[in-house]
């Protein structure tokens, strides 16, 4: 499913109760990939193990990281997540561990979904040096134990630890920060910046449903046509001549995307390209 949603997967973890997964979402998003992947491990452990009902008790928490800073960091602290929890003894059996993507970048295991030469080509080397430098980079990261900064608050994570923290009350100072965002204080606001443009455009889309839903109704009125069996896809003749033309005036005069015109009269986008191709043809 990784594949098919375009999703890169660069480290991951399986632990008793959680899973960790570090990745860049592909055009398809990441609720698409996580209700996929949710949905179908679901299924398969209440198939094997004969029970019913929900698996995950909560929704996936997700953090928007900045690679460039932390990709590395990252990947370390994730794999090393069965040595800290005690599942392995040494860095040797966490090479072997299933449940791991640590053995997959070292070559011991293989898969083919898993971004190996993206991540160890991170080190500037290529084939068994890159392997060495990722294996060397891990054995000094095992002492470390756990990491406020890259799993404790917003703030925490954009300074990069308590003691930058502390030093920037001393100097009462600030930096921009957020819980569900792992990067420096210029990329928290770059992320935030783009998150508030995204909603200025949902909202302008769900104006624009409205004022459509609204023509909607008044055309309907008109041509004695119920909405509902406008939405339907009913080809009744009325209702399929209303459709043409709303249709039209809705892509020609207003300038609305197919696929928003598809959801409003209840086809789809072949639906709404089909009478625009008739329409064009008569003329």
Not at 55 to 65: A, D, E, G, V
Request: glycine letters at 10%; charged letters at 30%.
């Amino acid at each position: 499913m990784a594949k098919e949603t375009g999703t890169r997967i660069l480290a991951w973890v399986l632990m008793d109760n959680h899973v960790h997964l570090l990745i860049i979402s592909g055009p398809a998003g990441l609720p698409t990939f996580m209700r996929r992947l949710l949905t179908g491990y679901a299924i398969g452990f209440n198939r094997k193990h004969r029970r019913f009902g929900h698996l995950f008790q909560n929704r996936y928490k997700s953090i928007i990281c900045d690679l460039d800073s932390y990709l590395l960091e990252l990947v370390r602290y994730l794999h090393l997540n069965p040595l800290r929890g005690g599942l392995v003894k040494n860095l040797e059996e966490l090479e072997d561990y299933r449940w791991c993507g640590h053995g997959i970048l070292t070559g011991r295991q293989k898969n083919d979904w898993q971004e190996r030469d993206f991540v160890l080509g991170f080190f500037g080397l290529k084939g068994r040096k890159a392997v060495r430098a990722y294996r060397e980079w891990v054995e000094a990261g095992k002492g470390l134990g756990h990491r406020p900064e890259l799993v404790g608050g917003g703030l925490i994570r954009s300074m990069g630890g308590w003691s930058q923290v502390l030093s920037l009350r001393k100097k009462r100072e600030s930096d921009a920060y957020d819980e569900r965002i792992l990067g420096d204080g210029d990329f928290v606001q770059a992320i935030l910046k783009e998150a508030d443009q995204k909603v200025v455009r949902q909202i302008r889309a769900r104006r624009e449903a409205g004022l459509l839903a609204k023509i909607i109704k008044e055309k309907c009125r008109e041509a004695g046509v119920n909405e509902v069996e406008l939405r339907s896809g009913s080809r009744q003749r009325a209702v399929s001549e209303l459709r043409r033309k709303l249709c039209f005036y809705f892509y020609r005069e207003l300038g609305v995307p197919m696929a928003e015109i598809a959801r409003q009269v209840g086809v789809g986008t072949t639906g709404v390209a089909m009478p625009l191709k008739e329409i064009n043809t008569k003329r």
